[in-house]
C-alpha cells in the first residue's frame, strides 16, 4: 500500500476530516490533500508526528518499505512488536523485548545468547546448534557489529588481548589484574562523575556497546573497580555498591 492510501485509511478510520488531521499535525488542510493525491510526502517530523497519532510506525505510515528486523536480537520486527522511547515513539530499530522504554533489556551479548538458546532451541533445533547460530548472527547486528567488524580468525580475541595488556599496564592502585572482558551496554555502566571544577560528566553513550568488567579492591571494603573500553578509550573508575558515589581514576585515549 502507498503512503497516500495508508495515511487516507488511517484518517477516516478515526473519523478525522482532512482539516482535522492538519490541525493535528500542525499543517495545512492542502498540505494533508497534497499528501492522499500522492502529490508530495510528509517530512520527516511530520512523519514522526503522525506515527505518535495514528500509533503505527514510520515505516507503515510509508508503506512498509522496508522489511525491519531487531538490532540486537534479529527478531522480524511488526507494529505490535517493534520498541518504543519514553514519550512512546516507536523506536524501529529493536524489538519490544530488547529495548523497552528507553532502555535495554540485556547486558551483555553473552546473557542476550544464553537467554535466546534456552527458550529457542528444541529437539529438533538442539542448545549446541542454536548457540551455534547465534553466536555467528548476533554479532552482525547494529547493535553488536562494531567489534565483530574487527572480523574473524582471531582478530577480535587479539584485540581484547590487547585492551587487557593496557588495562593491567596502568598499574591501578588496589585494583587486581583484569582476566576477563565482556560485551556491556553502555547505559548499565554509564556513571556521572564530578569533575574537579564541579561539573558533572559522563563519557559513555548509552547505546553503544563496551568492553566492561567489575573487580572487587584489594583493599577490601565496599568499593569495587569499574572497567569500560573501547576502540578509542581506557576508562576506570570507582563505585560502591549498586553503582553509588562513582569516582573516575582514569579515562585514556588510546
Not at 476530516?17 to 498540505?31: D, G, I, K, W
Not at 500522492?38 to 510506525?57: A, H, I, Y
Not at 523497552?100 to 547486558?107: A, E, V
Not at 556491556?184 to 568492553?211: C, I, Q, S, W
Request: proline letters at 3%; charged letters at 25%.
Amino acid at each position: 500500500m502507498e503512503t497516500k492510501n495508508v495515511i487516507y485509511e488511517l484518517r477516516t478510520r478515526m473519523g478525522l476530516s482532512q482539516e482535522e488531521l492538519a490541525e493535528r499535525v500542525y499543517v495545512t488542510r492542502q498540505a494533508v490533500s497534497r499528501w492522499e493525491t500522492g502529490e508530495t510526502t510528509p517530512n520527516t517530523e511530520t512523519l514522526k508526528l503522525l506515527s505518535k497519532l495514528f500509533d503505527v510506525s514510520i515505516n507503515t505510515l510509508l508503506g512498509s518499505p522496508r522489511k525491519l528486523i531487531c538490532q540486537c536480537c534479529g527478531m522480524p520486527l511488526e507494529d505490535e512488536n517493534i520498541s518504543r522511547e519514553k514519550d512512546g515513539l516507536f523506536n524501529e530499530e529493536y524489538c519490544k523485548w530488547c529495548y523497552s522504554d528507553g532502555n535495554f533489556c540485556y547486558s551483555s551479548l553473552e546473557e542476550l545468547t544464553d537467554f535466546l538458546v534456552k527458550h529457542m532451541s528444541s529437539e529438533a533445533w538442539p542448545e549446541d546448534q542454536a548457540r551455534e547460530y547465534f553466536e555467528k548472527q548476533l554479532p552482525t547486528l547494529n547493535y553488536w557489529k562494531r567489534y565483530a567488524e574487527l572480523g574473524s580468525d582471531g582478530e577480535f580475541a587479539q584485540f581484547k588481548q590487547q585492551i587487557i595488556k593496557e588495562l593491567n599496564e596502568l598499574n591501578i592502585e588496589g585494583m587486581p589484574k583484569v582476566t576477563t572482558l565482556n560485551f556491556l551496554v553502555g547505559g548499565y555502566v554509564n556513571m556521572e562523575y564530578t569533575l574537579p571544577n564541579g561539573n558533572r560528566v559522563k563519557f559513555l553513550d548509552d547505546n553503544a556497546t563496551y568492553l566492561c568488567t567489575q573487580l572487587e579492591c584489594e583493599f577490601g571494603g565496599e568499593r569495587c573497580f569499574g572497567v569500560a573500553a573501547s576502540m578509542d578509550f581506557l576508562l576506570v573508575c570507582t563505585y560502591e555498591m549498586n553503582g553509588e558515589n562513582p569516582e573516575l581514576v582514569i579515562y585514556k585515549k588510546r
